[in-house]
């Protein structure tokens, strides 16, 4: 009985049991110093990033950043498959005799073969345990192959489950933040209705989305990896138009109340802080400014001149800069692990929301016109 074979190989099961149940079963955060997914997912997205970053055209970077995790959850699988037939194979070698039919000497590679057709199910049966332990560990490896599989059939419907219901929100913030979207695009579009209603409502839905995401991110950080459907849009950079546009409404806005703001500032401020946890973001001082000088001028401008004016001075700018270090040096940190594009405050130029464009829109606009000006749907919105 070969005994450090034996306890390697129940260490390498308990290990893996004990990781696969944490990352699919439990809903909360671990903060345990190591941890298998966790090892994993710095050797492959590390490598993954350095690769993206050798790719100039934003476009093929973003599709290629996209697989990753899709990928990273097949990969996973695979390495908790192959940790678990590593693992019986250690415990078998050590614990017990084996017969191969053929009649050729068993070494540790002819029971790892046989684990392997053990946990995978196939029962070719031309390698067979002897004593009593290791048919039971033979047993008990053929169960644990059929919960893998019932694992698998499990987790990934949820994960594309969550993932939808967090693009649904992010596809709706378009014709309400823009194309990425900003604060100034939702101040400008609904900061000077006559009645506040609408603008609370989108505040209470961003509210809502923010806890949203927190659960599910919390509860499948793999969900941090997964790129939105467009190369503009993403989870973080909708969670920080939420963000700065509660800022600027709590920061005070002219006949703005600030009470729906505050909640969700304080949902949203609460899924950014965790979520830098989760994808083991670093703090960088050295991290540029998103709103110099000169923008905030611009953005005070615009936002003046489409009846919506911000509170000044010496008071409100404090308060505006004390909200914007809540969240700001958590969503860089952020950004710059996964590789994200921060949306800005304020668009440097008119930005057409994605809704608006089409493969078609060109040719269909010349064929029309015929001379005559065109009514696009920038005339209408």
């Known amino acids: 009985m070969h005994v450090l074979s034996i306890l390697l190989g129940l260490g390498i099961i308990l290990s893996v049991l004990l990781d696969a149940f944490e990352t699919v079963a439990l809903p909360r955060r671990v903060t345990r110093q190591f941890r298998l997914t966790a090892w994993f997912y710095r050797r492959t997205w590390v490598p993954w990033r350095r690769v993206a970053r050798c790719i100039n055209n934003a476009p093929r970077r973003e599709a290629f950043l996209g697989y990753f995790g899709p990928l990273s959850l097949i990969f996973l699988l695979a390495f908790w498959a192959l940790s678990l037939v590593v693992g019986f194979a250690l415990v078998q070698y050590g614990a017990g005799e084996h017969v191969h039919l053929a009649g050729e000497a068993v070494n540790f590679w002819t029971v790892l073969y046989m684990s392997g057709e053990t946990f995978f199910t196939l029962g070719l049966g031309d390698v067979t345990p002897v004593t009593a332990p290791a048919r039971v560990l033979t047993v008990l490896e053929s169960g644990m192959g059929f919960a893998f599989l019932a694992v698998v059939i499990g987790y990934l419907p949820t994960i594309y489950s969550a993932f939808s219901r967090r693009e649904i929100e992010i596809s709706l913030m378009d014709a309400r933040a823009g194309s990425p979207p900003t604060a100034a695009e939702v101040l400008s579009r609904f900061g000077n209705c006559p009645e506040q209603t609408l603008l609370d409502d989108i505040l209470t839905g961003w509210e809502r989305w923010s806890a949203e995401i927190l659960e599910s991110h919390l509860s499948y950080p793999v969900l941090s990896f997964?790129?939105?459907?467009?190369?503009?849009?993403?989870?973080?950079?909708?969670?920080?138009?939420?963000?700065?546009?509660?800022?600027?409404?709590?920061?005070?806005?002219?006949?703005?109340?600030?009470?729906?703001?505050?909640?969700?500032?304080?949902?949203?401020?609460?899924?950014?802080?965790?979520?830098?946890?989760?994808?083991?973001?670093?703090?960088?001082?050295?991290?540029?400014?998103?709103?110099?000088?000169?923008?905030?001028?611009?953005?005070?401008?615009?936002?003046?001149?489409?009846?919506?004016?911000?509170?000044?001075?010496?008071?409100?700018?404090?308060?505006?800069?004390?909200?914007?270090?809540?969240?700001?040096?958590?969503?860089?940190?952020?950004?710059?692990?996964?590789?994200?594009?921060?949306?800005?405050?304020?668009?440097?130029?008119?930005?057409?929301?994605?809704?608006?464009?089409?493969?078609?829109?060109?040719?269909?606009?010349?064929?029309?016109?015929?001379?005559?000006h065109f009514y696009g749907m920038d005339d209408h919105f």
């Open 226 to 372: 997964f790129r939105s459907q467009h190369n503009n849009q993403s989870w973080l950079g909708a969670l920080m138009a939420v963000l700065d546009t509660s800022t600027l409404v709590i920061t005070g806005v002219d006949r703005i109340r600030i009470e729906q703001a505050k909640l969700t500032f304080a949902a949203a401020r609460h899924a950014i802080v965790d979520l830098a946890q989760v994808v083991n973001a670093r703090y960088d001082p050295t991290d540029p400014d998103r709103l110099p000088a000169e923008d905030l001028l611009r953005l005070r401008k615009e936002l003046s001149d489409r009846g919506v004016r911000l509170k000044e001075g010496p008071d409100a700018e404090q308060k505006f800069k004390d909200l914007r270090l809540m969240y700001e040096p958590y969503a860089q940190a952020i950004a710059r692990t996964l590789l994200i594009s921060l949306p800005p405050w304020i668009h440097s130029e008119k930005r057409r929301d994605n809704w608006k464009g089409g493969p078609w829109d060109k040719a269909i606009r010349k064929q029309s016109t015929d001379g005559h």
